[in-house]
């Protein structure tokens, strides 16, 4: 299924963030009344019906602000470039402007679907306004306000009209390994080490790599499909647009991988924003292998680098640990294995006898105290997807699981079964609930 990226443009101050946070559903981007507060792109996944997409806020364009619109509208720009549909979001209150106008300009340039979006009609004035939007010359307009949630629902039927959420490049059932990890660790020659060939551009400049390239290699007779992404850098250290619109890309590369490999320089020792990109991969639910780069340029206390990982990463006790230097192949050859193996863990299937078995017995040896008289019951556990594994677990009150015992059960789970190098999801339903 395609998953299509929306992303938001409009002049400063005409409320693309405050819909943004109602879209996405969290408050993601800064909301303030001065105009221009959001400089950077910012992504979210949302849904809207069957619909998964990704949506991006972006700066407001101000032909006035020297200082900052070529920038902004770099930015603008290389999102509308990377979109399937644009949502221009307009102030009814006020108007057309001289902004509106230009942004309608790059917008007809660029052969998008457009959707005008017609923000804070909650006001005399904007309705007053509206028809004055349609000369605008687009072939979509709802009226909407973002801050009391009016016209979302009819804004995004018309985002999605015609779209066929199945209109995708077909995917093929190769595995899918993805390499992540900060500018300048080592993942494009880790790729190349893999291919055995010069396939990716590697350099000493941090960012080499705009975007992910995708490549079919074969092991033991098997083929796989190899993403390298360009490097994630921390948000607040981004300074090129082009670097900004490379964050993306790499984590549309995650998605669709099967396995995460996220490579750290042993010579930077780990550092928190390696922490944030095992995020977005665990978040994704994706295998994932830490592969500990230029091991050959550092001191080998492999138990005091393990002791480190663990205790850094410890919202993925699961993941495999390799030790390798990609320049001189050194240890290469125990990549694979880790990968394979965390890929097939993930594709693992368990007979749903076995399953209840292992939560019926944690249940039996560990009950959960009763909260306000009520006591959890578990009736029934089976396996329900694969890429992680996910388990439906049927009790009589889901209200009554808390975070620590989800968790002692997973820990369970993982003791009778090798789910290693993969995360697995658990799902609480309440007896008779779809």
């Known amino acids: 299924m395609k998953k299509y990226t929306v992303c938001l443009v409009g002049r400063p101050n005409v409320g693309k963030s405050t819909l943004f946070n109602r879209i996405v559903g969290k408050k993601v981007s800064i909301i303030d009344d001065m105009p221009g507060v959001t400089r950077d792109r910012i992504y979210g996944n949302a849904l809207y019906k069957d619909y998964s997409f990704y949506l991006i806020d972006t700066g407001g364009i101000d032909i006035k602000d020297e200082n900052w619109n070529n920038v902004i509208t770099n930015q603008v720009m290389l999102a509308i470039d990377e979109s399937d549909v644009i949502i221009f979001v307009v102030d009814g209150k006020d108007g057309i402007t001289s902004n509106d106008e230009y942004i309608r300009d790059l917008l007809h340039k660029s052969g998008k679907k457009v959707v005008v979006a017609i923000n804070k009609i909650d006001s005399k004035l904007a309705n007053e306004n509206m028809y004055e939007f349609y000369t605008l010359g687009f072939d979509n307009y709802v009226p909407i306000s973002a801050e009391h949630n009016i016209g979302i629902d009819e804004l995004f039927s018309k985002v999605f009209v015609g779209l066929n959420k199945n209109d995708d490049v ?31 551009i590697v350099s000493d400049i941090a960012g080499t790599t705009r975007d992910s390239v995708d490549t079919i290699f074969k092991y033991e007779n098997n083929e796989y499909v190899l993403i390298d992404t360009a490097g994630l850098r921390k948000k607040g250290k981004v300074y090129e647009s082009v670097e900004k619109y490379s964050l993306l890309r790499s984590m549309k590369a995650i998605d669709r991988s099967d396995v995460c490999i996220l490579v750290i ?100 040896e560990a009950p959960p105290p009763s909260y306000k008289g009520n006591r959890l019951k578990i009736y029934f556990t089976h396996q329900s997807g694969i890429k992680p594994p996910r388990f439906d677990i049927e009790v009589n009150s889901k209200g009554l699981i808390h975070f620590s015992y989800e968790r002692y059960l997973e820990n369970k789970i993982r003791e009778n079964i090798d789910f290693t190098g993969t995360p697995i999801k658990l799902y609480f339903k309440n007896k008779g609930e779809n």
Request: aromatic share 8%.
């Open 265 to 364: 320089n042993a010579e930077d020792g780990i550092i928190e924003h390696d922490k944030h990109i095992a995020g977005y991969a665990i978040d994704a639910g994706k295998g994932i292998v830490i592969v500990v780069n230029k091991w050959d340029k550092v001191e080998n206390d492999y138990d005091k680098w393990k002791n480190d990982i663990r205790n850094n990463f410890q919202f993925m006790p699961y993941a495999e640990i390799v030790f390798l230097s990609a320049l001189t192949k050194k240890r290469l050859s125990t990549l694979m294995p880790k990968v394979l193996n965390s890929y097939n863990n993930a594709i693992k299937e368990v007979k749903t006898n076995v399953i209840n078995d292992v939560i019926l017995n944690a249940f039996i």
């Open 170 to 200: 077909l995917e093929d059932d190769k595995p899918k390994l993805c390499v992540i990890g900060r500018p300048n660790v080592g993942k494009s020659s880790l790729v190349n080490a893999l291919l055995n060939e010069e396939r990716v």
